[in-house]
């Protein structure tokens, strides 16, 4: 385990804040154990002035081009510190995402998109499946009703004026792509397919 809170790829900066996941997914990155050579397991959930303090020094020697919620955890389980630290960081103009599987709603037990709104630019939802059978096979959720939330969060993203991009793994058919990206199409999201690390 290591404690690294931020890293870069590319442009981006990256802010890994739990290792926590109501998932199992069948490809996670987490089984690989690193993402581009960074160990992300965490033995400590960092405190939001850690994570501030980080990003603005890596903002002040080099250039930014996105700020980025995502590591081997679920984000949104820490949506109250991603909505601090959210704040603290808008001040240094630099477009801020959160990377989710879009079932805040459930892991916070409320609707976390209107709390959201103004801090975060943009967020990219894991699709991942064409219809609820195959998501469930592949992401193992411990929720039941999972997919059904993760279409709900993606539209209140778009309801409320927040830029969604909906990706999905490269493991699917291509038939498969092109049903998530007709979804994708119809919610009124972006789309992508990402490569499994």
Not at 75 to 100: H, Q, W
Request: hydrophobic share 40%.
């Amino acid at each position: 385990m290591s404690n690294i809170y931020t890293y870069k790829i590319g442009e981006n900066l990256y802010i890994n804040l739990t290792n926590k996941c109501n998932c199992q997914c069948s490809f996670c990155v987490r089984n690989n154990g690193d993402i581009f050579g960074h160990k992300l397991w965490l033995d400590n959930e960092p405190n939001i002035s850690q994570v501030i303090n980080e990003v603005k020094t890596h903002a002040k020697l080099s250039n930014i081009k996105e700020i980025v919620f995502c590591g081997f955890g679920e984000p949104t389980y820490r949506i109250e510190s991603i909505i601090e630290i959210a704040k603290a960081l808008k001040a240094l103009n630099i477009p801020i995402r959160i990377d989710t599987n879009g079932h805040g709603d459930l892991i916070n037990s409320k609707n976390i998109v209107p709390l959201i709104k103004g801090l975060i630019d943009a967020v990219s939802v894991s699709l991942n499946a064409p219809n609820k059978k195959r998501y469930d096979e592949l992401v193992k959720s411990i929720f039941d009703n999972a997919y059904e939330a993760m279409i709900q969060f993606v539209k209140d993203c778009i309801e409320f004026g927040i830029k969604t991009i909906l990706t999905v793994v490269d493991i699917l058919s291509e038939e498969e792509k092109k049903e998530c990206e007709k979804i994708a199409k119809e919610l009124g999201a972006e789309f992508r397919v990402r490569q499994i690390i």
